[in-house]
T-cell receptor, first 114, second 112 residues
Framework: QKEVEQNSGPLSVPEGAIASLNCTYSDRGSQSFFWYRQYSGKSPELIMSIYSNGDKEDGRFTAQLNKASQYVSLLIRDSQPSDSATYLCAVAKLWGGSQGNLIFGKGTKLSVKP | DAGVIQSPRHEVTEMGQEVTLRCKPISGHNSLFWYRQTMMRGLELLIYFNNNVPIDDSGMPEDRFSAKMPNASFSTLKIQPSEPRDSAVYFC??????????FGDGTRLSIL
């Protein structure tokens, strides 16, 4: 079983729509959850972090975490063509109070059509 | 503030040559991570350091790969001898305690 799973996509949405990206993880001991955005040929860029069950909103982005279901999602409202990228879900345990290594999913490619 | 700095940005070399990738973490960050990204396998952790000490090197593919962190502001990842299957983008990332990781721009490595 893969540790962090994401649909590879591509996920195509029209401009202005809501894009919904999903991620499941296998290790119940995971405590930190992140969404990174990666444009083609660029490095991953952190866009959201979430540590407790529920929703966390930041501008057009909302991260949702359900530890019982081992499920993390990212909603992008009012999607823009500039949101077109690959979105990587990452999960970490804590080690000695510091963040341990991140386990990444393979990413979901999002395409927002004008 | 300067981000994570990696060098070189691109490296093309022939099979069997030694390759050294370099990373300068963000000042004040005490954790440093080396990742490899390929289309087939995605982003994989190779090794990470905490306070300059290697904590987990289970992702290092084989003995041809080695990593050092001689001080808090510098790390190297070395491949000797290099093989075509080592071709990938190698990222370095750093973080401070309990904080998310920030990535460098990566080194695109091609082994001919």
């Amino acid at each position: 079983q893969k540790e962090v799973e994401q649909n590879s996509g591509p996920l195509s949405v029209p401009e202005g729509a809501i894009a919904s990206l999903n991620c499941t993880y296998s290790d119940r001991g995971s405590q930190s959850f992140f969404w990174y955005r990666q444009y083609s040929g660029k490095s991953p860029e952190l866009i959201m972090s979430i540590y407790s069950n529920g929703d966390k909103e930041d501008g057009r982005f909302t991260a949702q975490l359900n530890k019982a279901s081992q499920y993390v999602s990212l909603l992008i409202r009012d999607s823009q063509p500039s949101d077109s990228a690959t979105y990587l879900c990452a999960v970490a345990k804590l080690w000695g109070g510091s963040q341990g290594n991140l386990i990444f999913g393979k990413g979901t490619k999002l395409s927002v059509k004008p | 503030d300067a981000g994570v700095i990696q060098s070189p940005r691109h490296e093309v070399t022939e099979m069997g040559q030694e390759v050294t990738l370099r990373c300068k973490p963000i000042s004040g960050h005490n954790s440093l991570f080396w990742y490899r990204q390929t289309m087939m396998r995605g982003l994989e952790l190779l090794i990470y350091f905490n306070n300059n000490v290697p904590i987990d090197d289970s992702g290092m593919p084989e003995d041809r790969f080695s990593a050092k962190m001689p001080n808090a502001s510098f790390s190297t990842l070395k491949i000797q001898p290099s093989e075509p299957r080592d071709s990938a983008v190698y990222f370095c990332a750093s973080s401070s305690s309990g904080q998310p990781q920030h990535f460098g721009d990566g080194t695109r490595l091609s082994i001919l």
